[in-house]
């Protein structure tokens, strides 16, 4: 996949966008809604297109039939194992209301779903995190992890735009 490139303060940050597009709910069906995305994840390259006529271009698209295991593997274990190749790491959800954040990244994980393929982002990396930790016994670790959910982003990433 193609990997964009951001620049803030001189430095050139790498980073890498997925686009994850959640399945209706029977709501939206009931209600006759569509989806509003079309040519989702084409052999040639990850784009969408919005309407008819607006393509966007990432690096991975899934679609609303991708399980959770597929996009864990594809976008979050490459970061978990450069973690121990000395990099850091981040995984962001974005999007408005209901699209599907809080089902992707666990946020609704109890204990006895450990095996369920629903499992999302964070009880899998913490999984993998301790795995891995476990096949290196050479190594010491100290271990620190935050989980942030914010609600009003607006004036965050405008600071960023405005800059």
Known sequence: ASQMARRLHG???PVRVALRC???VPKELAEG???CLQDLTPPSSPQVVLGKDKPFTY???FDPSTEQE???NSCVVPLVRGVFKG???TVLAYGQTGSGKTYSM???YTADQENDPTVGVIPRVIKLLFQEMREKTEWQFSLKVSYLEVEAIHSFFCSFVCL
């Open 11 to 13: 430095w050139v940050i």
């Open 22 to 24: 959640r399945p209706l």
């Open 33 to 35: 809604c569509q989806m």
């Open 59 to 61: 690096d991975y698209v």
């Open 70 to 72: 597929e996009v864990f």
């Open 87 to 89: 990099y850091n790491a």
């Open 106 to 108: 666990g946020g609704a």
